[in-house]
Nanobody
Framework: QVQLVESGGGLVQPGGSLRLSCAAS????????MGWYRQAPGKQREMVAT???????NYADSVKGRFAISRDNAKKTVILQMSSLKLEDTAVYYC?????????WGQGTQVTVSS
């Protein structure tokens, strides 16, 4: 059984920063891709950023230059550093792992950008 524990969400003013963290545990085997997705009210879930085991990253156009994803393979942790946050970044953010035994999702953490 795979567990993903997310932390770091909260309320921030426009222009502010937040750091999301996701730690994986359980029967994972090899982790291929770690990433963050988000879902705003009334919208579909969308990819925010992903990072492969080799460190290759991919970002949604809307967050390029503002967000940075990183991972610690030994600790099975993925970090999303978010800066210059905008109102439209408000959403529930989900951690995602593609690993040897399938795909796993975190429970989600709320990020609210508001003045």
């Amino acid at each position: 059984q795979v567990q993903l524990v997310e932390s770091g969400g909260g309320l921030v003013q426009p222009g502010g920063s937040l750091r999301l963290s996701c730690a994986a545990s359980g029967n994972i085997g090899s982790i291929y891709v770690m990433g963050w997705y988000r879902q705003a009210p009334g919208k579909q879930r969308e990819m925010v950023a992903t990072i492969t085991s080799g460190g290759s990253t991919n970002y949604a156009d809307s967050v390029k230059g503002r967000f940075a994803i990183s991972r610690d393979n030994a600790k099975k942790t993925v970090i999303l550093q978010m800066s210059s946050l905008k109102l439209e970044d408000t959403a529930v953010y989900y951690c995602n792992l593609r690993h040897a035994f399938g795909v796993s999702w975190g429970q989600g953490t709320q990020v609210t950008v508001s003045s």
